[in-house]
């Protein structure tokens, strides 16, 4: 299996690298150390690991890479061999360089592979991820207090951003935080605009927080001043189905029985086509990887899979709700990582 910089790489090695016009592959090998190919100025990074690494550098001049493939797939006797890869991580660049390297290469995804190991959080990366949903909502309420009539998408996601730094946030957050209010609302994955709340608006506030290298990811939708009734009534809903879905999940139900549970009671209130994407995916090292909770999904949940449960309505051009929360999979049932109010509150 060859992997370049990113969650899954830190995961299996314990090293980070950016993601740079530098490459950086490891190669891992049945029974053997694994072998590095990186730049000459990460070299330092490898000197204090607690196992064995065989490392292959070059300099500054790009023309220096190719040899040093050649070098290190020639040590990991890569050529004809069936490597392992993550389609959606691995770059051209990498790939170019491992095929010229080690002809009649086959190149398969590893991606399920690395997910079964992943998906299953042991009790330092849980503390982590505990930790990281309370620097999350500490800041939320941090920047409660900020909202008021006239404030803008961008300026209320820009404050919460420095309340997340504030509340003890590793510096690379999970994602920019999705502030949208009244029509942006209805957008599931709406940009933080220049739009300013006004009376009568729902608001909803997506964000999260990283310790540790892993993420929290938390949704809550709240009023402003006095809201049609339709749109408390539609709040009312997605609550129901949030705790829906919170208490069908626990070890021995699939994925997709999760997500129709929730489903079922938006679909029975006459607001099923307005409910658009899955109930929730995986949470650990990524925003989204494994488990993903929709339907379709028959794979069966177990003690330590984390994932969010975030039911949402979404009426076009009009207003949204969306309620997320962050759950493991315990031995028993299940263990709610979110304790703030799902109730849609009224802020001004």
């Not at 299953?120 to 941090?142: C, F, G, P, S």
């Not at 599931?188 to 506030?205: C, F």
């Not at 139900?253 to 679909?267: F, G, P, S």
Request: net charge negative; hydrophobic share 40%.
């Amino acid at each position: 299996m060859v992997l370049n910089p990113g969650p899954s790489l830190v995961y299996m090695t314990g090293l980070h690298f950016h993601l740079s016009e530098r490459p950086v592959v490891v190669i891992f090998l049945p029974g053997r150390d694994p072998i590095i190919i990186l730049p000459e100025l990460e070299l330092e990074k490898i000197k204090h690991l607690a196992y064995e690494i065989q490392a292959f550098s070059y300099g500054e001049d790009p023309g220096s890479w190719e040899a040093a493939f050649k070098r290190g797939s020639e040590a990991a006797e890569l050529k004809g061999k069936l490597i392992g890869v993550e389609p959606r991580q691995l770059r051209f660049l990498e790939f170019e360089l491992l095929s010229n390297a080690a002809p009649n290469t086959q190149f398969i995804s590893s991606e399920e592979s690395l997910a079964k190991l992943r998906m299953y959080k042991d009790a330092v990366e849980l503390a982590a991820m505990r930790t990281a949903t309370e620097i999350a909502q500490h800041a939320l309420q941090n920047t409660i207090s900020q909202v008021k009539i006239g404030i803008s998408e961008r300026e209320l996601a820009a404050e919460l951003t420095l309340q997340l730094f504030r509340a003890g946030c590793n510096p690379e957050i999970p994602f920019s935080p999705i502030v949208s209010g009244g029509p942006n609302s209805a957008n599931p994955h709406a940009t933080p605009s220049e739009r300013k709340l006004e009376m009568g608006d729902l608001l909803v506030i997506d964000w999260g927080a990283s310790h540790n290298g892993y993420f929290s990811d938390i949704t809550r939708t709240f009023s402003i001043g006095e809201v049609e009734a339709e749109f408390e009534r539609i709040g009312q809903i997605v609550l129901a189905a949030n705790t829906a879905g919170r208490e069908a999940a626990r070890p021995g139900v699939t994925a997709q029985l999760v997500d129709q549970a929730a489903r079922e009671v938006i679909k029975q209130a006459g607001y099923g086509k307005y409910f658009t994407h899955r109930l929730g995916h995986g949470l650990g090292m990524e925003g989204h990887e494994a488990p993903y909770i929709r339907d379709g999904n028959l794979m069966v949940l177990e003690p330590g899979m984390t994932f969010t449960i975030e039911p949402g309505i979404y009426l076009p051009c009009r207003n949204g709700v969306r309620i997320e929360d962050d759950v493991v999979i315990t031995d028993t049932g299940m263990e709610c990582l979110t304790s703030l109010p799902r109730e849609i509150e009224q802020l001004i």
